[in-house]
């Protein structure tokens, strides 16, 4: 339940949701939950981009699948590390930790959550002017996006407004297309909620509300 409504950007509830979860994993003993609470409650604070919070989370998720050997959760807590990481201007540990979650992924097969760390190894090149790497990390995410839609992603509207981000300016056309991909997106989503203040959070989320001001038609 935390992870749903903090999917919806009711970001007090699955704080609390998600706390209570880790408790009664203690009390039963269940550590494989740990690994999606923690990794749950990193993702709500990156989305209330509480950066060094959400890292805490994201290195206690991310110790618990490696003493467990959850080798299928290893690649989403490096990924919300990695994002955790960009937040705290730690660029270079992020580029590290989205290696090897790439790393992981193309080794466990996991073609349709390649985008994701693909866009976080933009944003680092982004933030050190490589522009070259930017347009090829771009190229293969629009391609995957193509072929897989936004199955399995955590973040599909942070994956493309990295891809807005970095064609703005480059190539407008293609700018657009995935700007108004992303709106539609959001647009599906809101349309499937049915209360006002989930339908409000959920618009305030900020790379949603982000992507909305840009403007969308």
Do not use: W
């Amino acid at each position: 339940l935390g992870t749903v409504v903090g999917y919806l950007g009711d970001h007090e509830k699955a704080e609390r949701y998600l706390k209570e979860s880790l408790k009664l994993n203690e009390s039963v003993g269940n550590r494989q939950r740990d690994v999606h609470s923690y990794s749950a409650l990193a993702l709500t604070y990156i989305q209330q981009e509480q950066f060094d919070k959400a890292h805490e989370h994201s290195e206690a998720a991310l110790q618990v699948a490696q003493e467990l050997d959850m080798t299928s959760l290893l690649g989403l807590a490096l990924k919300l590390k990695g994002v955790a990481l960009e937040g705290i201007g730690r660029f270079e540990d992020a580029k590290q930790v989205y290696m090897q979650a790439l790393d992981l992924e193309r080794e466990l097969k996991e073609e349709h959550l390649i985008a994701e760390t693909l866009a976080g190894l933009t944003r680092v090149a982004l933030h050190n002017n490589e522009s070259d790497k930017t347009i090829e990390y771009v190229n293969e995410i629009i391609e995957r996006l193509e072929t897989h839609s936004t199955q399995g992603l955590h973040e599909p509207i942070r994956v493309m407004l990295t891809c807005y981000d970095t064609l703005i300016g480059e190539d407008e056309d293609r700018a657009k297309d995935i700007l108004q991909k992303a709106c539609n997106e959001i647009k599906k989503q809101l349309e499937l909620i049915l209360d006002a203040k989930l339908k409000q959070s959920y618009a305030q989320i900020p790379t949603h509300k982000r992507i909305l001001e840009l403007g969308c038609q």
